[in-house]
């Protein structure tokens, strides 16, 4: 079922229909999605995905079901990567009590029904993207995305479309360039990101070429926890090297 904003699970106080400001409503949100911001829920408000009351004096007030709204919307980007129009498609077919049938790439279909879809924490059901779902997802524009490929930040695929994980990394490149770091200043990170990548595939490719079925399981694991330990690693040495400089 659709998860509720409030504390408890509809108790029926008059607390769980109070409106929520929009710092409120972050706060909310983020027990499942930790990178909203409210730039975000500003960019969801402009692109009518939800619509707030407002105050007299102008400020926003959601209500419940305007974040479980919101919910969702996070939800289909996360699980789905569908652009933003489909997606008001799909919640605008919700409220007149039409089925809405969601892909994934298994050959699967996930209903979502009655509004109740949640789909899966941090499941993603999209291998690929496209241009158009990666600019919104990103919140990015086409010089952006044009720059970063050119430096080799973001890449595609042979056919065109998108790792899902270019989404994060268009977002973090663009969390970088505002404070100042351009597209040739973070080519050294591509470049160590390709170096470790290497590494990680000398260690389990024979793994990965095993006829064992279970034995290349094991390497998609083995590959995974490498790829955590890498990152962790790199992050302790950034770290270390500043506090060496700051000291």
């Known amino acids: 079922m659709l998860r509720t904003p409030s504390g408890g699970a509809g108790n029926g106080t008059a607390a769980d229909d109070r409106p929520m400001s929009i710092g409120t409503v972050l706060l909310h949100l983020r027990e499942e999605f930790p990178e909203v911001t409210i730039s975000k829920i500003r960019f969801l408000e402009a692109e009518g995905l939800v619509e707030p009351q ?59 029904a009655d509004g109740d879809w949640t789909g899966g924490p941090g499941r993603a059901t999209a291998a690929r993207i496209g241009r158009d779902e990666l600019l919104v997802a990103a919140e990015v524009t086409e010089s952006d995305l044009d720059a970063w490929e050119s430096y080799g930040l973001v890449a595609p695929t042979p056919d065109g479309g998108y790792e899902a994980e270019m989404v994060t990394v ?16 973070l080519r050294p990170m591509r470049a ?3 170096r470790e990548a290497g590494l990680i595939e000398q260690v389990v490719a024979p793994l990965r070429r095993h006829r064992n079925p279970q034995t290349r399981a094991h390497a998609e694991a083995t590959t995974k926890e490498l790829a955590e330990l890498s990152v962790r690693l790199h992050s302790a040495l950034v770290q270390s090297a500043l506090q060496v400089r700051f000291n």
Do not use: N
């Open 54 to 112: 407002r105050t007299p004096s102008g400020y926003r007030k959601f209500s419940p079901a305007d974040v479980g709204r919101l919910a969702q919307v996070l939800r289909m980007q996360r699980d789905h990567y569908l652009p933003l129009k489909v997606i008001r498609e799909h919640l605008d077919a919700l409220a007149r009590g039409e089925r809405v049938v969601l892909p994934s790439p298994d050959g699967e279909r996930q209903d979502a």
């Open 170 to 185: 268009a977002r973090l490149v663009a969390d970088l360039g505002r404070f100042g770091l351009e597209p040739r200043h």
């Open 192 to 194: 160590a990101a390709d």
